[in-house]
């Protein structure tokens, strides 16, 4: 087989959690959530081509954080589908880093999206996006929404998702931090944190909807949440430093995303979004600063 003609390119985008509400720990040790999911047109890419065994490769922004051996979130993927499609070839993926990795972004989860359907137009099977969900579901938390993109609530783990409105476009700067949070981590300082007081079921209130659907930046601003942000603030101080520079800089709204450490700020639009990147970027306070828009596309080919 010509290898170069056969090759798939598929990328998926980064998340944020606009609301990120955190139930009580469970039994079987996962906290109940409910989010709103957000997709930025920040994306991994992956390029699928046909081999023997299934290997990985990864490239680009912070690929030395990355395992190449089968625990790599691609590998898992293309492993999950070849099982589950009876494929008894390989494929060799080839991953190509944007994502800030460990992140609070889901970098990972993006690349076992874009596995999914990379995989899938390489070995010809034509399943359906339920198909893929389900097997994204059993890849991670975090995967169904890679593969969806868009703007969704995420309840259970964050993997049963409701798509939701949203009446425009938001100007976001992304802003880097030096180094990674682990979110199992980032868990049990929450947990910590918590200790002693009663944590009530997840919610996620109806001002969000309300000003995703006016595409209104401001309200939108005003109704972001995440339980997370305080834990993982604790565990890295300097991020208070990195959200405040943000809204002195003029940010609508500053947010650590996820498990952190990367920080979001919303802004009026995009040339205001561009100042406040300038700003942060020239700053001591974190690694880089991009803007980036959302909501974006799930995973798909290119
Ligand atoms: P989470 O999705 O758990 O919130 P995150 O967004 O903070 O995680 P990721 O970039 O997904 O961070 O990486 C989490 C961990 O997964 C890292 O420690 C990384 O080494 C590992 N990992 C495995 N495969 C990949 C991959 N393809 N891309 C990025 N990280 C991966």
């Known amino acids: 087989m010509d290898v170069e003609g056969a090759q798939v390119l598929a990328r998926a985008p980064a998340k944020i959690n606009l609301v990120l509400s955190v139930g009580p720990l469970r039994a079987d040790g996962h906290h109940e959530l ?42 898992r993927a293309a492993a999950v589908l070849a099982d589950y499609a009876g ?14 990795v460990a992140g609070g972004l889901a970098g990972g989860s993006a690349d ?41 609530l995420g309840t259970g783990r964050g993997e049963q998702l409701t798509a939701v409105m949203v009446g425009g476009t938001f100007q976001w700067v992304v802003a880097m931090a030096r180094g990674g949070l682990s979110t199992p981590e980032v868990y049990a300082e929450l947990d910590r944190l918590r200790a002693g007081e009663t944590v009530g079921r997840p919610t996620v209130g109806h ?11 401001v309200a939108l601003g005003a109704s972001m949440h995440n339980d997370l942000q305080e834990a993982a603030c604790s565990l890295l101080p300097s991020l208070r430093t990195t959200l405040d520079t943000g809204m002195d800089f003029g ?52």
């Not at 494929?87 to 800030?100: A, F, S, Y």
């Open 34 to 75: 409910a989010s709103v999911f957000h997709a930025l047109d920040l994306y991994d890419e992956v390029v699928a081509y046909p081999a023997e065994e299934i290997s990985v490769a990864v490239r680009g922004l912070h690929s030395d954080r990355v395992p190449v051996d089968d625990t790599n979130l691609a590998s």
């Open 112 to 152: 076992a999206a874009a596995t999914l359907v990379a995989c899938d137009a390489l070995w010809d099977l034509g399943l359906g996006r339920g198909e893929l969900a389900m097997l994204a579901a059993r890849l991670g938390s975090d995967v169904p929404f890679a593969l969806a993109g868009g703007t969704s």
């Open 251 to 302: 940010a609508v709204a500053a947010i650590v995303s996820g498990s952190g450490p990367t920080c979001v700020f919303l802004g009026r639009d995009s040339e205001h979004a561009e100042d406040l990147a300038a700003g942060l970027a020239a700053s001591e306070v974190c690694a880089d600063a991009w803007v980036v828009t959302g909501p974006a596309p799930g995973a798909r080919l290119v």
């Open 87 to 100: 494929v008894r070839t390989g494929v060799q993926l080839d991953v190509r880093k944007r994502i800030p």
């Open 207 to 217: 001002d969000v909807f309300a000003a995703l659907r006016a595409g209104d930046p």
